[in-house]
Protein backbone atom coordinates (compact mmCIF):
# COMPACT_ATOMS: atom_id res chain seq x y z
CA UNK A 1 0.00 0.00 0.00
CA UNK A 2 1.49 3.52 -0.73
CA UNK A 3 2.76 5.83 2.17
CA UNK A 4 2.27 9.04 2.42
CA UNK A 5 2.87 11.37 -0.21
CA UNK A 6 4.15 14.72 -0.27
CA UNK A 7 4.11 17.32 -3.20
CA UNK A 8 6.23 19.40 -4.28
CA UNK A 9 9.30 17.77 -2.74
CA UNK A 10 11.55 20.80 -3.61
CA UNK A 11 10.67 24.51 -3.80
CA UNK A 12 12.40 27.69 -3.66
CA UNK A 13 10.04 30.81 -3.15
CA UNK A 14 11.15 34.49 -2.14
CA UNK A 15 10.34 36.65 1.04
CA UNK A 16 6.60 37.40 1.40
CA UNK A 17 5.54 35.00 -0.66
CA UNK A 18 2.46 32.31 0.08
CA UNK A 19 3.58 28.38 -0.34
CA UNK A 20 1.02 25.75 0.18
CA UNK A 21 2.15 21.99 0.42
CA UNK A 22 0.18 18.91 -0.15
CA UNK A 23 -0.18 15.53 1.47
CA UNK A 24 -1.83 12.52 1.01
CA UNK A 25 -2.13 9.82 4.01
CA UNK A 26 -2.12 6.36 3.46
CA UNK A 27 -5.13 5.27 2.63
CA UNK A 28 -7.30 4.56 5.65
CA UNK A 29 -5.62 7.01 7.67
CA UNK A 30 -7.69 9.65 9.13
CA UNK A 31 -5.26 11.62 11.31
CA UNK A 32 -2.74 14.00 9.65
CA UNK A 33 -0.28 15.93 11.24
CA UNK A 34 2.74 18.60 10.14
CA UNK A 35 6.04 18.89 11.09
CA UNK A 36 8.90 21.15 10.44
CA UNK A 37 12.72 20.44 10.51
CA UNK A 38 15.54 22.65 10.71
CA UNK A 39 19.06 22.68 12.17
CA UNK A 40 18.51 24.79 14.88
CA UNK A 41 14.90 23.65 16.14
CA UNK A 42 15.07 20.44 15.20
CA UNK A 43 11.78 18.98 14.52
CA UNK A 44 8.44 20.76 15.99
CA UNK A 45 4.91 19.88 15.60
CA UNK A 46 2.61 22.09 13.38
CA UNK A 47 -0.76 21.24 13.55
CA UNK A 48 -2.77 17.78 13.51
CA UNK A 49 -6.00 17.70 11.47
CA UNK A 50 -8.36 14.76 12.13
CA UNK A 51 -11.92 14.41 10.40
CA UNK A 52 -11.47 17.63 8.58
CA UNK A 53 -10.74 19.34 12.26
CA UNK A 54 -7.55 21.01 13.98
CA UNK A 55 -7.45 18.39 16.86
CA UNK A 56 -3.63 20.20 17.92
CA UNK A 57 -1.60 23.02 16.72
CA UNK A 58 1.85 24.11 17.55
CA UNK A 59 3.73 27.07 18.75
CA UNK A 60 3.90 28.72 15.88
CA UNK A 61 2.70 32.23 14.47
CA UNK A 62 -0.64 32.39 12.13
CA UNK A 63 1.25 32.93 9.29
CA UNK A 64 1.12 29.05 9.19
CA UNK A 65 -2.31 27.01 8.58
CA UNK A 66 -3.60 24.14 7.41
CA UNK A 67 -6.60 22.31 6.51
CA UNK A 68 -8.00 18.48 6.15
CA UNK A 69 -10.62 17.60 3.24
CA UNK A 70 -13.57 14.67 3.53
CA UNK A 71 -10.90 12.80 1.35
CA UNK A 72 -8.24 12.94 4.36
CA UNK A 73 -5.54 14.81 2.36
CA UNK A 74 -4.50 17.37 3.93
CA UNK A 75 -2.66 20.57 2.64
CA UNK A 76 -0.65 23.70 4.80
CA UNK A 77 0.62 27.28 3.65
CA UNK A 78 2.77 29.46 4.94
CA UNK A 79 1.53 33.38 4.10
CA UNK A 80 4.09 36.00 3.80
CA UNK A 81 7.27 33.79 3.76
CA UNK A 82 10.44 34.63 5.66
CA UNK A 83 14.09 33.47 4.98
CA UNK A 84 13.43 31.69 8.51
CA UNK A 85 10.84 29.28 7.02
CA UNK A 86 13.37 27.64 4.95
CA UNK A 87 12.86 23.92 6.26
CA UNK A 88 11.98 20.57 5.38
CA UNK A 89 8.35 20.15 6.03
CA UNK A 90 7.52 16.85 7.05
CA UNK A 91 3.62 15.19 6.66
CA UNK A 92 2.25 12.28 8.91
CA UNK A 93 -0.63 9.95 9.05
CA UNK A 94 -1.80 7.23 11.60
CA UNK A 95 -4.88 5.53 11.63
CA UNK A 96 -7.21 7.67 14.14
CA UNK A 97 -4.24 9.97 15.95
CA UNK A 98 -4.77 7.89 19.24
CA UNK A 99 -1.74 6.43 19.93
CA UNK A 100 -1.24 4.29 16.44
CA UNK A 101 1.96 4.09 14.70
CA UNK A 102 2.78 7.61 12.75
CA UNK A 103 4.00 7.45 9.48
CA UNK A 104 5.73 10.15 7.24
CA UNK A 105 6.04 11.14 4.04
CA UNK A 106 9.66 11.86 2.11
CA UNK A 107 9.09 15.78 3.10
CA UNK A 108 8.74 19.18 0.99
CA UNK A 109 12.02 20.73 1.06
CA UNK A 110 11.22 24.61 1.33
CA UNK A 111 14.06 27.25 0.35
CA UNK A 112 13.16 31.12 1.12
CA UNK A 113 15.50 33.33 -0.68
CA UNK B 1 11.56 23.59 26.13
CA UNK B 2 9.71 19.93 25.79
CA UNK B 3 12.38 18.54 23.61
CA UNK B 4 13.59 15.40 24.26
CA UNK B 5 17.24 14.78 24.74
CA UNK B 6 19.43 11.90 22.80
CA UNK B 7 22.39 10.54 24.07
CA UNK B 8 25.12 10.69 22.05
CA UNK B 9 24.35 13.09 19.60
CA UNK B 10 27.08 11.38 17.23
CA UNK B 11 28.19 7.97 17.40
CA UNK B 12 30.82 6.40 15.18
CA UNK B 13 31.15 2.23 15.21
CA UNK B 14 32.77 -0.11 12.82
CA UNK B 15 30.19 -2.96 10.86
CA UNK B 16 29.50 -5.70 13.06
CA UNK B 17 29.76 -3.42 16.18
CA UNK B 18 26.33 -3.29 18.75
CA UNK B 19 24.91 1.07 18.83
CA UNK B 20 23.31 1.69 21.41
CA UNK B 21 21.23 5.35 21.62
CA UNK B 22 19.35 6.82 24.61
CA UNK B 23 16.45 8.75 25.01
CA UNK B 24 15.26 10.93 27.59
CA UNK B 25 11.62 12.65 27.61
CA UNK B 26 10.08 14.95 30.18
CA UNK B 27 6.47 14.33 30.33
CA UNK B 28 4.12 11.38 30.86
CA UNK B 29 3.41 9.58 27.58
CA UNK B 30 1.49 7.04 26.20
CA UNK B 31 3.96 5.35 23.32
CA UNK B 32 7.41 6.20 22.27
CA UNK B 33 8.54 5.86 18.81
CA UNK B 34 12.04 5.45 17.20
CA UNK B 35 12.42 6.79 13.57
CA UNK B 36 15.15 6.40 11.22
CA UNK B 37 16.19 9.75 8.91
CA UNK B 38 18.61 9.38 5.77
CA UNK B 39 20.10 12.75 4.66
CA UNK B 40 17.70 14.63 3.50
CA UNK B 41 15.06 12.22 3.46
CA UNK B 42 11.58 11.46 5.09
CA UNK B 43 11.57 9.39 8.77
CA UNK B 44 10.94 5.94 8.87
CA UNK B 45 9.31 4.66 11.68
CA UNK B 46 11.49 1.45 13.55
CA UNK B 47 9.65 0.66 16.53
CA UNK B 48 6.43 1.21 18.71
CA UNK B 49 6.32 0.87 22.25
CA UNK B 50 3.96 1.48 24.74
CA UNK B 51 4.14 2.88 28.35
CA UNK B 52 3.24 -0.22 29.95
CA UNK B 53 6.13 -2.35 27.85
CA UNK B 54 9.08 -2.37 29.45
CA UNK B 55 11.35 -3.59 26.20
CA UNK B 56 10.50 -4.76 22.32
CA UNK B 57 12.16 -6.22 19.73
CA UNK B 58 12.47 -5.93 16.35
CA UNK B 59 14.73 -7.84 14.08
CA UNK B 60 18.10 -6.79 14.86
CA UNK B 61 16.76 -3.54 17.43
CA UNK B 62 15.84 -3.80 20.54
CA UNK B 63 14.00 -1.33 22.57
CA UNK B 64 13.89 -0.34 26.44
CA UNK B 65 11.60 1.97 28.10
CA UNK B 66 11.47 2.75 31.62
CA UNK B 67 8.79 5.36 31.97
CA UNK B 68 10.21 6.09 36.13
CA UNK B 69 13.38 7.35 34.87
CA UNK B 70 11.66 8.89 31.74
CA UNK B 71 14.29 7.36 29.31
CA UNK B 72 14.89 5.27 26.64
CA UNK B 73 17.67 3.22 24.86
CA UNK B 74 17.64 1.92 21.46
CA UNK B 75 20.31 -0.75 20.29
CA UNK B 76 21.14 -2.25 16.66
CA UNK B 77 22.89 -5.14 16.68
CA UNK B 78 25.57 -5.70 14.20
CA UNK B 79 25.04 -2.14 12.67
CA UNK B 80 26.10 -2.44 8.92
CA UNK B 81 27.24 0.88 6.66
CA UNK B 82 23.54 1.11 5.41
CA UNK B 83 22.11 1.88 9.06
CA UNK B 84 24.33 5.09 8.71
CA UNK B 85 21.48 7.60 9.45
CA UNK B 86 19.59 9.90 12.10
CA UNK B 87 17.98 8.26 14.93
CA UNK B 88 15.20 9.90 16.66
CA UNK B 89 12.83 8.82 19.52
CA UNK B 90 9.90 10.92 19.49
CA UNK B 91 6.81 10.82 22.50
CA UNK B 92 2.77 11.78 22.45
CA UNK B 93 0.41 11.43 24.99
CA UNK B 94 -2.81 9.99 23.27
CA UNK B 95 -2.22 12.23 20.46
CA UNK B 96 -0.47 12.37 17.07
CA UNK B 97 1.44 15.53 18.45
CA UNK B 98 4.64 14.01 18.69
CA UNK B 99 7.45 15.23 20.71
CA UNK B 100 11.36 14.90 19.12
CA UNK B 101 14.56 14.11 21.03
CA UNK B 102 17.38 15.83 19.45
CA UNK B 103 18.82 13.05 17.28
CA UNK B 104 21.62 10.58 17.46
CA UNK B 105 24.02 10.73 14.17
CA UNK B 106 25.19 6.97 13.42
CA UNK B 107 27.81 6.58 11.15
CA UNK B 108 28.75 3.06 10.65
CA UNK B 109 32.57 2.09 8.89
CA UNK B 110 32.31 -0.34 6.16
Known amino acids: KAGVTQTPRYLIKTRGQQVTLSCSPISGHRSVSWYQQTPGQGLQFLFE???????NKGNFPGRFSGRQFSNSRSEMNVSTLELGDSALYLC????????????FGEGSWLTVV | SQQGEEDPQALSIQEGENATMNCSYKTSINNLQWYRQNSGRGLVHLILIRSNEREKHSGRLRVTLDTSKKSSSLLITASRAADTASYFCATDAFTDKLIFGTGTRLQVFP
Open chain 1, 49 to 55: YFSETQR
Open chain 1, 92 to 103: ASSLDGGGNTIY
